[in-house]
């Protein structure tokens, strides 16, 4: 049986993942996240999750799915990259739950104790955007650290990613050994097209106004994560990786999911995009094909 061993999060960076265009919001030039429009603050309590009334799940095609039906298809998979809005808090309850499911399903983790992520640690600095996430994220790593499920930061330094964006990907071959150890192996692999694609369609007259390689930042963050989800696959034998991350890294299968592939072909995945929408009972156009599965979630009003 398939065991839930690892939890590989942006955690304690979660906002900066709204880096360039994480999820469905733009960005600032030179890197700071722009203020999500679904950005009501921290919650107050918990989300009460009512499947079919604030959040709907469907297949790529728009066919009705269930969260259940979800955890059911991560058995076949090595790792889950689910996509989220950073400040969408039905999200992050969402999360929270397919984790409970997941070690229900998969059975008892490691007895090893979880590597914890606290606020304000990791491989990244925190700032005064990120503090939100993390306190949304809180209830996921409370029940990882519960169930001895070990938690990984699988970001980049945010000083790195900006020096990316700021003097492009060649100026890390600039670093130290000691700053090497927290990036992914260098040359890391250049954006596909399709991922250029989204990207300028995404960021539309705004990026050619950016200074610097915006996309090499952009891509750097993707190559981090995926080689962590890489690293820990192969560091726990069966393991389920679980991935929390900003939409705009994994949806369409670009970004991390390329990333993955690069560092470690053939790794099996489920992709998961989380999107509000003010009538998430019906999957339009534009949210067609984002994952395997695409949930909706209700927008605040």
């Not at 469907?58 to 259940?68: E, I, M, Q, V, Y």
């Not at 400040?87 to 499911?101: K, M, N």
């Not at 369609?201 to 890489?230: F, I, K, R, T």
Request: net charge negative; hydrophobic share 40%; glycine share 10%.
């Amino acid at each position: 049986m398939k065991k839930l061993t690892a939890v590989s999060t942006a955690l304690s960076c979660a906002c900066s993942l709204g880096l360039l265009g994480c999820g469905s919001a733009g960005a600032h030039a030179g890197g700071a996240p722009a203020p999500s429009p679904h950005d009501r603050g921290p919650p107050t309590a918990p989300v009460a999750l009512e499947e079919g009334v604030n959040f709907h799940v469907f297949r790529p095609d728009g066919t009705p799915a269930t969260l259940d039906e979800m955890v059911a298809e991560a058995h076949g998979v090595e790792a889950v990259l689910f996509g989220e809005e950073h400040s969408d808090r039905i999200t992050h309850g969402l999360q929270e739950e397919f984790l409970r499911r997941a070690f229900v399903a998969y059975g008892r983790a490691s007895a090893r104790p979880a590597g914890e992520a606290p606020p304000g640690h990791p491989r990244s600095g925190t700032d005064r955007e990120a503090r939100r996430p993390i306190v949304l994220s809180s209830p996921i790593v409370e029940f990882a650290k519960a169930h001895g499920i070990p938690v990984i930061a699988g970001n980049a330094p945010r000083r790195y990613v900006e020096r990316a964006g700021r003097l492009g990907r060649d100026s890390l071959d600039e670093l130290p050994e000691t700053a090497l150890a927290f990036l992914p192996p260098l040359p890391y692999p250049e954006p596909s097209q399709a991922y250029r694609a989204e990207w300028d369609e995404l960021m539309g007259d705004a990026g050619d106004h950016m200074p610097g390689s915006p996309l090499d930042a952009q891509s750097l963050w993707d190559a981090a994560m995926g080689h962590s989800v890489a690293t820990a696959i192969d560091g726990r034998e069966g393991a389920l990786v679980v991935h929390l991350a900003g939409g705009f890294h994994v949806e369409n299968g670009t970004g991390i999911a390329e990333a993955l592939e690069h560092y470690r072909p053939g790794t099996t995945t489920l992709l998961i995009a989380a999107r509000p929408s003010e009538d998430p009972s019906v999957l339009v156009e534009e949210f067609v094909g984002l994952g395997d599965f695409v949930i909706l979630t209700l927008t605040p009003p």
